[in-house]
């Protein structure tokens, strides 16, 4: 397939636990962006990636938060000592660049956090 | 600051009715891209249109359309004879300037279409 594609799609963690969602993006595509999508909201910004360059984190809600993208194709969003709150879909999407071009989204990652 | 309001929590329609979702946005920035979004039971969110601040030429895919005006900044979307398979939530985004990343997302609106 040629889409994004986000594993798991879904995962249970108990509180305090570490989680790690990967995404790999679409060939070639230098962009890519997590987003947090809470039950019945919009998604929300958390990371930006050009490359393997991090250029904006400032989304990320707590220093618990993790992003890599090491070699600017895979990349890794890790939550640290997750909590209850943390718990929402969590949606990897890629571009070929900045400014207007769409971006293609994965299926998401579904955490719950019990 | 930029923000994007999608007063329209929930509609729901009898198929082949028409129906329109409604997107107001906010930036002081010139250079802006326009996006909608749909996001099926499915979860994964599909690409329907880019819009960009400088062409305020409507459009027209098939049973969409989109009207964009810029004096009342807003960005409706019109699916026109709806049916079940348009049942969905729907996300007007903004992004901010030729460089830009960060977008912007409504809350959205869930369309429900009834057979």
């Known amino acids: 397939g040629a889409g994004v594609s986000q594993s798991p799609r879904y995962k249970v963690a108990k509180r305090g636990q570490d989680v790690a969602l990967r995404c790999d993006p679409i060939?070639?595509?230098?962009?890519l962006f997590w987003y947090q999508q809470a039950l019945g909201q919009g998604p929300e910004f958390l990371t930006y990636?050009?490359?393997?360059?991090?250029?904006?984190k400032s989304g990320l809600p707590s220093d618990r938060f993790f992003a890599e993208r090491p070699e600017g194709s895979v990349s890794t969003l890790k939550i640290q000592r997750t909590q209850q709150e943390d718990s929402a879909v969590y949606l990897c999407?890629?571009?070929?660049?900045?400014?207007?071009?769409?971006?293609?989204f994965g299926p998401g990652t579904r955490l719950t956090v019990t | 600051a930029q923000k994007v309001t999608q007063a329209q929590t929930e509609i729901s329609v009898v198929e082949k009715e028409d129906v329109t979702l409604d997107c107001v946005y906010e930036?002081?920035?010139?250079?802006?891209?326009l996006f909608w979004y749909k996001q099926p039971p499915s979860g994964e969110l599909v690409f329907l249109i880019r819009?960009?601040?400088?062409?305020?030429q409507n459009e027209i895919s098939g049973r969409y359309s989109w009207n964009f005006q810029k004096s009342t900044s807003s960005f409706n979307f019109t699916i026109t004879a709806s049916q079940v398979v348009d049942s969905a939530v729907y996300f007007c985004?903004?992004?901010?300037?030729?460089?830009?990343?960060?977008?912007?997302f409504g809350a959205g609106t869930r369309l429900f279409v009834k057979a």
């Open positions: 999407a890629s571009s070929q660049g900045q400014g207007g071009y769409e971006q293609y």
């Open positions: 060939s070639g595509h230098v962009s």
């Open positions: 990636f050009q490359n393997e360059a991090q250029l904006d």
């Open positions: 930036t002081r920035d010139t250079t802006y891209y």
């Open positions: 819009r960009n601040s400088f062409d305020e």
């Open positions: 985004a903004l992004r901010v300037g030729t460089g830009g990343f960060k977008t912007i």
